[in-house]
């Protein structure tokens, strides 16, 4: 199997993008990062990189980091062993991984690889799944109504993201929560629900060719229960629908039975299982 490293990602997406989209939705993450990058975000000090593995002519695996965030795999279901190739690839020039992202096989068979090598421990932190939604079941009899988020929202959006990254990701939180969300008002899309002041968000600052992404979905304690993240989810899905996208995804934390039943009440239906896992070694433990 021969492996390669690109030099940029628009190289990248031009030999690894054919073989990802045939399953765009599932492969939003791999497909859309290496978009913004080209695009110019910057995603930390060091640069990314972007690997491919190929079985003759046909691509079989492929791997993309922007430090200091995990690794993230796509790997096809038949060729598991093109993620030993990638293992030793990052091994030979001195990775250092604290952690990596891709469908439960691939993430299983990945860290099967990397802990052989590196005497490193892997252990899963959140299970996901990804959702697709092509339809709009908006919610019925929810007040209020959605609007584009404003400057003068950024103090309590700031608070939010704040809240949305210790629930979803406490390993991970923001260096700067209202970076965060300037980021968002400045290069993707940021919805609020609004009933006399607003009391719930949801974001989409990536997708691919076809698709948009929703993230960045939180509503505050003192507001659940009400069905404001149900409404703002549905609304912001069908804005990006009207917009031009042929569908939404989505990831959530199989942890929580609530957000996966209102995602699938507005429309969204799962495609595949994915995995975070974080490598861990005797002196991480201690």
Same mark, same amino acid.
């Given at each position: 199997?021969?492996?390669?490293?690109?030099?940029?990602?628009?190289?990248?997406?031009?030999?690894?993008?054919?073989?990802?989209?045939?399953?765009?939705?599932?492969?939003?993450?791999?497909?859309?990062?290496?978009?913004?990058?080209? !695009?110019?975000?910057?995603?930390? !000090?060091?640069?990314?990189?972007?690997?491919?593995?190929?079985? =003759?002519?046909?691509?079989?695996?492929?791997?993309?980091?922007?430090?200091?965030?995990?690794?993230?795999?796509?790997?096809?279901?038949?060729?598991?062993? !093109?993620?030993?190739?990638?293992?030793?690839?990052?091994?030979?020039?001195?990775?250092?991984?604290?952690?990596?992202?891709?469908?439960?096989? !691939?993430?299983?068979?990945?860290?099967?690889?990397?802990?052989?090598?590196?005497?490193?421990?892997?252990?899963?932190?959140?299970?996901?799944?990804?959702?697709?939604?092509?339809?709009? =079941?908006?919610?019925?009899?929810?007040?209020?109504?959605?609007?584009?988020?404003?400057?003068?929202?950024?103090?309590?959006?700031?608070?939010?993201?704040?809240?949305?990254?210790?629930?979803?990701?406490?390993?991970?939180?923001?260096?700067?929560?209202?970076?965060?969300?300037?980021?968002?008002?400045?290069?993707?899309?940021?919805?609020?629900?609004?009933?006399?002041?607003?009391?719930?968000?949801?974001?989409?600052?990536?997708?691919?060719?076809?698709?948009?992404?929703?993230?960045?979905?939180?509503?505050?304690?003192?507001?659940?229960?009400?069905?404001?993240?149900?409404?703002?989810?549905?609304?912001?899905?069908?804005?990006?629908? #009207?917009?031009?996208?042929?569908?939404?995804?989505?990831?959530?934390?199989?942890?929580?039975?609530?957000?996966?039943?209102?995602?699938?009440?507005?429309?969204?239906?799962?495609?595949?299982?994915?995995?975070?896992?974080?490598?861990?070694?005797?002196? #991480?433990?201690?």
């Amino acid at each position: 199997m021969k492996l390669i490293r690109y030099p940029t990602a628009a190289a990248f997406l031009d030999a690894a993008e054919p073989a990802l989209m045939q399953e765009e939705a599932k492969n939003n993450l791999i497909l859309g990062i290496p978009q913004q990058v080209a !695009a110019g975000r910057e995603y930390g !000090a060091e640069p990314p990189y972007f690997l491919s593995v190929h079985d =003759t002519h046909q691509l079989v695996a492929a791997a993309i980091r922007t430090p200091p965030y995990n690794l993230i795999l796509h790997c096809h279901e038949n060729h598991l062993e !093109a993620l030993d190739r990638i293992a030793e690839y990052l091994i030979d020039e001195g990775e250092k991984l604290p952690g990596a992202h891709g469908t439960v096989e !691939a993430t299983d068979a990945f860290a099967e690889a990397w802990t052989k090598r590196t005497g490193t421990t892997a252990r899963v932190f959140m299970s996901q799944r990804v959702y697709c939604l092509r339809q709009v =079941t908006p919610p019925a009899n929810v007040p209020g109504r959605m609007r584009w988020a404003e400057e003068s929202d950024v103090p309590t959006l700031a608070r939010w993201f704040l809240g949305f990254f210790h629930e979803a990701v406490p390993e991970d939180p923001p260096n700067d929560p209202e970076e965060s969300a300037r980021r968002f008002l400045a290069r993707g899309r940021l919805a609020v629900w609004d009933t006399d002041g607003i009391v719930s968000m949801a974001g989409s600052s990536r997708g691919s060719k076809n698709g948009a992404t929703v993230s960045a979905v939180y509503t505050p304690p003192e507001h659940r229960g009400r069905g404001y993240a149900s409404a703002c989810v549905a609304a912001l899905s069908q804005s990006m629908l #009207d917009a031009g996208s042929s569908f939404c995804t989505l990831y959530t934390d199989l942890s929580n039975p609530t957000s996966n039943k209102i995602y699938q009440d507005v429309g969204y239906r799962p495609v595949a299982d994915f995995a975070m896992i974080a490598f861990e070694s005797e002196e #991480d433990a201690q």
